[in-house]
């Protein structure tokens, strides 16, 4: 018997060589997949050319039509386990103190380079409550509340609050071990770290140097199919603050002077929404009713993101927000607070950015707000 044929013989006979054979097989089949993932090896030299894989389950852009069904499923498995994590860090979100923040990018590397592939990992037994406490201390501070303000008597009283405090990357690494029932060790974190970089090279490819664009302009584009689909809503556009917007425009839609950003890149002429400055936490309206097809928590383009569809390829994109208070799927009506101003993302202050699309096509908001 050939040494070649002994090698065969070992493989099938055993799962980890069929589960190889499989690999083979997915590489001649669709080079752009990250199938070394599979054996745990993420390479520099892969990740370069497996960017769709990456930007399929970052940024939920489709992948190749080509690719086998199991690693269409484990796509899509990872996918819907970061849409819980994305929720539970806009939970966590309303316990940070200012100036603190979750970096959601390097969260989810974490568990994109530890689980995906693992055919054990179902979304569904997640618990994405659970893995982002471990993302943070809960410490508890006492605060005074002023009951009636408008009286002379003193009629303050102390409450306790919690307060989450992110922890360091060698403590969520720890604490990630453990909870994902793995071993990250330096080997590990490399992986981790080159996940993480190359998923920060896409958004920078994508985005280059205009604020408002990049991964949200490729998300949208990749629900407008299915928004076609649905009948519009109706109704005309109202205001997404509850007293008016003309006078909080601060940038116009389309053409503008570039503007020089806090990482000192410089933004190019065109702009693909329009911006209206606010103080941090204002309310912030849907401008029509429609379902949320997509909650970000980002720290490049538009940061802290959220997308209503309206039906008709009529989309709402709500960018640089404090805080997302609506989840995927929920139903909103017009009127009714989404979120609040901040400045997370590429941002120079606290503003929103808002950004519409009307039959499919990039459009001036202030062309149908009321």
Request: net charge negative; charged share 25%.
């Amino acid at each position: 018997m050939s040494a070649a044929l002994k090698i065969f013989l070992s493989l099938i006979t055993s799962n980890k060589g069929r589960k190889i054979i499989g690999i083979i097989l997915c590489i001649l089949i669709s080079p752009l997949l990250v199938v070394s993932m599979f054996l745990g090896g993420l390479s520099s030299g892969a990740l370069e050319h497996n960017k769709a894989t990456i930007n399929a389950v970052f940024n939920d852009l489709p992948i190749s039509e080509n690719a086998p069904q199991e690693f269409k499923n484990q796509v899509d498995e990872m996918i819907i386990a970061f849409q819980k994590v994305d929720n539970e860090i806009g939970e966590m979100t309303k316990k940070l103190e200012d100036g603190n923040s979750l970096d959601d990018q390097y969260i989810k590397s974490i568990l994109f380079a530890e689980k995906f592939g693992d055919e054990n990992f179902k979304a569904s037994t997640f618990n994405a409550k659970e893995y982002i406490k471990q993302t943070v201390n809960i410490e508890e501070r006492e605060i005074i509340i002023e009951d009636n303000p408008s009286t002379e008597e003193d009629e303050s009283s102390v409450t306790t609050i919690e307060v989450a405090i992110p922890v360091d990357r060698k403590t969520l690494h720890d604490r990630s071990s453990s909870f994902l029932s793995v071993t990250i060790d330096s080997k590990e974190e490399e992986k981790i770290l080159q996940v993480y970089t190359l998923l920060g090279n896409i958004i920078e490819d994508e985005s280059g140097k205009l604020e408002g664009g990049g991964s949200a302009d490729a998300l949208v584009k990749s629900l407008l199919p299915e928004s076609m689909k649905k009948e519009f809503i109706g109704g005309s556009y109202g205001s997404p603050f509850k007293d008016g917007w003309r006078d909080k425009v601060t940038s116009e839609f389309g053409r503008r002077d570039p503007i020089t950003l806090p990482d000192g890149t410089v933004t190019s002429v065109g702009h693909s929404g329009m911006d209206l400055g606010a103080p941090h936490g204002t309310p912030v309206l849907a401008i029509n009713d429609g379902e949320v097809v997509a909650v970000k928590h980002t720290s490049v383009g538009l940061g802290i993101y959220c997308i209503v569809d309206h039906g008709g390829g009529n989309i709402s994109v709500y960018g640089h927000n404090s805080r997302i208070l609506v989840s995927v799927g929920d139903r909103v009506v017009k009127g009714q607070t989404i979120a609040e101003v901040g400045k997370s993302g590429y941002a120079t202050g606290n503003h929103l950015h808002l950004q519409l699309y009307l039959n499919g096509n990039l459009s001036n908001p202030r062309s149908v707000l009321e």
